[in-house]
């Protein structure tokens, strides 16, 4: 295939924005007041989950003004396609004991929910001194396992979704904004 077909390709699975950088932004800054607010100045470590959340976690703790420390623990749910299998690995895990922090869990989105139940049962058992969890977005209908994020900044339809930190097959993270994928003529 030319250069320019699979560009144009790519683009065409774009099919349209679902959240745009401006709502993004505000939905940040609302969520960093509130976390300035509830922490007080308690240490906090916010525990991004790899890779989907690098963006979020980026935004999110520039719109926090107390002092907080920042995690890594990558996750890796396995998919076919568009379509979870329920497999779920930690492939990174963190790098310190949180027992000393108020933990917040940085997830780019709740879908089955699996993950992040699997994440946060792991967490608890190290007695961090709380634990919250803040998603940007969440996908109530796909829910297989009862798991709610604290703090949810959008709720979406069943939509497989890209951008901001999302990805399908990898590609899309780079998007400014949040899109629903064009799932017709899978590839
Ligand atoms: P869960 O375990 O099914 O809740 O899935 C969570 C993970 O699946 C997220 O951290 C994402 O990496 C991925 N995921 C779920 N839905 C989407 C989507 O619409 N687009 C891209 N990735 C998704
Ligand atoms: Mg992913």
Not at 23 to 52: C, F, H, M, T, W
Not at 83 to 91: C, F, N, R
Not at 127 to 149: C, M, Q
Request: overall charge negative; charged content about 30%.
């Amino acid at each position: 295939m030319d250069k320019n077909q699979s560009i144009k390709d790519y683009n065409e699975k774009i099919k349209r924005i679902i959240v745009s950088e401006d709502e993004i932004k505000e939905a940040i800054k609302q969520a960093g007041e509130k976390i300035n607010a509830s922490y007080d100045g308690r240490p906090i470590l916010l525990v991004s989950i790899l890779k989907g959340s690098f963006v979020f976690l980026a935004d999110l703790c520039r719109a926090i003004s107390v002092p907080c420390e920042i995690g890594f623990m990558c996750a890796k749910s396995y998919y076919e396609g568009t379509v979870s299998t329920g497999i779920v690995k930690i492939t990174m895990d963190l790098d310190r004991d949180i027992s000393k922090y108020h933990v917040i869990i940085v997830e780019d989105i709740v879908d089955t929910g699996r993950t992040l139940n699997d994440i946060v049962k792991l967490l608890k058992a190290r007695n961090p001194l709380s634990l919250k969890v803040v998603t940007l977005l969440d996908k109530p209908d796909r829910r297989l396992v009862d798991f709610e994020a604290d703090m949810a900044l959008f709720t979406i339809p069943d939509l497989f979704v890209i951008g901001y930190g999302l990805d399908c097959g990898e590609k899309y993270r780079n998007l400014p904004y949040i899109a629903e994928y064009d799932e017709c003529d899978k590839k």
